[in-house]
């Protein structure tokens, strides 16, 4: 399975309601670095970045990813504002099960960003990818972050502790969300 156009992925911007998700850039390195604090990564399967250079490191790695049409990696934006609100992507669009990944900063907690976010990620998934199914790893005790997965009509396929490649230890919930097809 893989994209149904292959692609360079620098290009693509995806439109919500009330977001822009645009390609991961340098331009926002340093509000992910603020934004990514040991409370926002508690959940997640990295932890926070030590340094502004880790940022840009991961920013680079990513936009070659996205060039080789193997990730999609977002900069979440206020579609108004153009405020910065976090991150999100579709890993491994090349395989038959691409992943999705959502972050949202602090601020932008409870007012369903996230939910949206992922959404967005999924019907371009939808348009763009062809698909078994998406995978949607979360920790177990990360409710808000499941409930985005549930409802996108997700189901647990799987838990149990998994330790990360970032030797981080989580209690993972792994949800499967059906292709359109």
Not at 40 to 59: G, N
Not at 85 to 108: C, F, M, V
Request: no cysteine; hydrophobic share 35%.
């Amino acid at each position: 399975m893989s994209l149904k156009t292959p692609r360079n992925l620098l290009d693509q911007i995806i439109e919500t309601d009330r977001l822009l998700l645009i390609p991961v850039s340098d331009e926002y390195a340093s509000d992910m670095f603020q934004e990514l604090t040991d409370e926002i990564t508690k959940y997640m399967s990295f932890y926070s970045p030590q340094s502004l250079d880790q940022e840009h490191a991961f920013i680079k790695n990513s936009r070659l990813n996205m060039e080789q049409g193997v990730d999609l990696v977002a900069t979440i934006l206020d579609k108004e504002t153009k405020e910065f609100l976090g991150g999100g992507g579709i890993h491994r669009i090349n395989t038959s099960t691409p992943e999705l990944g959502i972050w949202t900063k602090k601020s932008a907690h409870g007012k369903q960003i996230g939910r949206e976010a992922v959404t967005g990620l999924k019907e371009w998934t939808d348009e763009n990818v062809n698909y078994d199914y998406l995978i949607y790893p979360v920790d177990k005790n990360n409710i808000p972050s499941r409930k985005v997965a549930e409802s996108l009509k997700g189901k647990v396929v799987s838990e149990g502790i998994k330790v990360t490649p970032f030797g981080k230890e989580l209690d993972e919930v792994v949800y499967h969300i059906p292709s359109p097809i």
